[in-house]
């Protein structure tokens, strides 16, 4: 379920596009969690009503699944822009999730007619392997080459070898489900082989997958690195490092398999240890911890404990798995052990719990308040001419609104939002002041009036060219441009980037100034830029604009628009060609 709510977050900003209603996310949120309960409740004491409950969560589980697999998916397929590597790692793993809930609801349905308590061993083994691997490692495997390369500062994934990875996985984990589920339906002496053979196809794809990641090579000094908090790059790295011991202890013991032996319980569950534990529980840790204080504009509470968390889970994971991880037979110590295990991980789980609770619902965080009266900035000195037009810092807010409908959207823009409601328009502009206007609303009052002057000379009917009247020279606004070894073209990419305009004012964002770096790797394109007024409500339509521009340059594969507030845009970045535009000398 918290992948689900991490999944629903993340994939519109992956792909551009609208949300998810929230009232469809509730509804999964509360059929998932009805049928949790039901399930919790009922397969202990499969005895009158329970067993009927017992084959109802089954079925509600599988409505849950199959909507947030049909409402994710629809993001991904939705999307206007070209479809993206990672596309088909969350695909896959959505269709592995709608396959494992599927035989969740088989057993439990045949559970409960049987009035067992628990499922059927091998649809029980195939439904775990189908989760791990399937539905786990992909989605992981998924975010990691959408955000990794940005978030670390990786060199480009080796695409060839990501995209064999991925038929890989899939396919010899379509023939190890039904292998290890066979013998559920008679005779099927070819399982165990067929079995084995899996086993060591999915290893060599998992592997693949790491080396094409990249994820432990050294960062590239010239990658556009993302801030992070602190021990994120431990983190992922201790994540994947689990991953490979959990692959390796799975081909271990099916190779002790071929030489006539068996799994013992415990180190099975050491297997899976390292693949929910060690690495698919530091890896959702370690996203949540860099991408929740974004979500939601809150720091973490308390920083100095977020490598602490990390620990504790390597620690209790080391605890749980290495102790029984080649042994059948168990000793009082190794029991001491994962008792121990349990404990650091729980106190590193509460840990990473309480930081995340607190980020997505303002508990123990101080949340800045707007200053109501700030004291006024001293005067800088201006280099260059700022932006003339009519709209002063004394005049009242309802004198700003006659002279452009565009003062308004600015104004809301800027976070004046009350105006958005007419009655309250009707009862405040007259009475408050332009600069007053900037004090409730913690804003820069020369930006702002700047800004709103802007808006107005855009939409001001331009009167016809002077004959003699000089034309200003031509010239983008200084943009940060790095090409490392790629054969995407610069022209290609700025003249997309030209294609693409903020919907207020009729400049593009290169000469409006709203483009501060861009970075291409390979087929990688990263795009750091800003927006006119900070908190914009159409950033979202702005970075669209943006991605399916670059999305469609030749050779561009990924494309990452990092929005920021930091340094805020000013009319002296626009280029000489805008200030023409705009009627700015």
Known sequence: MFIMGMAFHILPRFKAVNPVDSRLVLAVFWIMSLGVLVRVNAQPHPQGVLVALLGASGVIEFAGVAMFAGLAGGLLLRSRERREPFDRFILASLAWLVVVAGINGYLALRAAGAGDRVLDVTGDAALLWASVYGFVLLFI????????????????????????????????????????????????????????????????????????????????????????????????????????????????????ELEGGFTPYYAGGAVRHAFLLGFATLMIMAIAYRTLPVFSGRDLPWPQLVVPSFLLVVAGAALRVFPVAFTAALADLDYKLMVTAGFLTFFGLAIFGAQAASVMYGWWTRVAAPALAPEPAAAEPEERPRPQGPVRGDMTVAEALKLSPAVLQVL???????????????????????????????????????????????????????????TPSEGPAPIEMKFIDTPVSQDLVMTALKSCYDPEIPVNVVDLGLVYKVVVREAYVHVTMTLTAPGCPMADEVERQVREALLAVPGAETVDVDMVQEPAWTPERMSPEARAQLGWG
């Open 412 to 470: 809301i823009d800027y976070g004046f939002r009350p105006l958005a409601d007419p009655e309250t328009r009707e009862r405040m502009a007259p009475t408050i002041t332009i600069e007053k206007a900037a004090a409730v609303i913690n804003a820069d009052p020369r930006a702002l009036i700047d800004t709103l002057n802007i808006a107005v000379a855009a939409t001001a009917p331009r009167p016809p060219s002077r004959p003699g009247e000089a």
């Open 141 to 256: 495997l998924g975010v990691s080459f959408r955000v990794l390369p940005f978030f670390l500062g990786l060199p480009p994934p080796h695409g060839r070898l990501r995209d064999a990875a991925l038929v890989t996985i899939v396919a010899a984990l379509a023939i190890r489900v039904i292998a290890v589920w066979a013998p559920a339906f008679g005779d099927a002496p070819w399982a165990a082989n067929v079995t084995y053979a899996s086993t060591f196809a999915l290893a060599m794809g998992v592997c693949a997958a790491v080396v094409a990641l990249r994820v432990f090579e050294a960062p590239d000094p010239n990658a556009p690195v993302a801030p992070a908090p602190s021990g994120f790059g431990f983190a992922v790295r201790a994540a994947y490092v689990w991953l490979l011991i959990g692959v390796a202890l799975d081909v271990y013991w099916r190779l002790r």
